[in-house]
């Protein structure tokens, strides 16, 4: 299992895009070592550049990186965070051979990705995490981090993973040990969901969303917790709201930024799972089927970016 916090660990990072540029970046700094697994292009400037990190929370500064195109050798702890849609292609970089007894933690939106790395690597080491940071990668190797704060949820069992805690901690990530692992992706799915499908519809603010449609947030709102709810984790749509309108009037979702961008969705992974969970336990969702459904097909006819080959009609969602 893996050493103690004491020691330096090696650890792997699965595209080190917004957040596994940053946590790769913050964990080099620390004098743990650090090996990104990304694309050819992306390596050649992690190799020669290292990682440069803009952070309201850190500072500036720039963390020297291995990179490499496969993962070759076993490590201590594999971060996986690239997006949902590129899973499948990604997990092609990480043997389940060289994971050995290193712990694997995703740090993915969404509930159901879980169940698809214990079926590659096995259930004893994959440990699901919740990440809560706005951070973006604006070139290979460079991250602004907006958020003051970068925060982890894992699930799991506190004495089993209180060296892998450590690590995060003292690295400068606040981070939290919980037994549910239900609840905490849940706890993400139910304020991510309303956040995403609106703003992405819309092709507006948060500030404008809670403003302007302020009556469809609150009932999607109560829709997210109510499927939550059914799915043993119960939400309170009141600090849901309250959550939203603290927020910088002027935040855009990561799914809204890649309609914008004519990026693939994480439709899927966010409503698809949302309305995956709702068929199973019979709750209505009208609200989030008839954003899923418009998202899906582009039939909004208020925004149509993210569609075509790269966008949300090239990924179904499963019903």
Known sequence: MPRPAARPW????????????????????????????AAEETTQVLRRDGITVRSAQFGAFT??????TELREPVDLCLIAVKHT????????????????????PLLNGVEHPDVLRGRYGARCVVPGVIRVASTRTAPGTIEHGSPFTEIDL???????????AVLEEAGVRTR???????????????????????????????????????????????????????GAPADP??????????????????QRDAEAGRPLELDAIGGALLRAADRHGVPVPIASRLVTSLLTGDDGTHRRG????????APVRR
């Open 238 to 255: 009141a600090k849901t709201l309250e959550l939203y309108d603290a927020f910088p009037g002027d935040s855009k979702s990561s799914m």
């Open 86 to 105: 590129a899973l499948a292609a990604a997990l092609e970089r990480i043997p389940p051979d060289v994971v050995g007894d290193g712990w694997v933690v």
């Open 10 to 37: 090696t650890v792997a990072v699965l595209g080190p895009g917004g957040v596994g540029g940053l946590l790769a970046g913050v964990l080099s700094r620390a004098g743990h070592r650090v090996i990104c697994v």
């Open 307 to 314: 569609r075509g080959p790269t966008g949300a009609g090239s």
């Open 63 to 68: 963390a020297p990186v291995e990179a490499v």
């Open 155 to 165: 699930a799991g069992a506190p004495e089993r993973l209180g060296a892998l805690a």
């Open 177 to 231: 040990v919980a037994d549910d692992e239900t609840a905490a992706l849940w706890a993400k799915l139910a304020f991510l969901a309303p956040f995403a499908l609106l703003t992405t519809h819309y092709g507006l603010t948060i500030g404008a969303v809670r403003t302007e449609r302020r009556e469809e947030l609150s009932a999607l709102v109560a829709e997210a917790a109510a499927v939550s709810g059914a799915c």
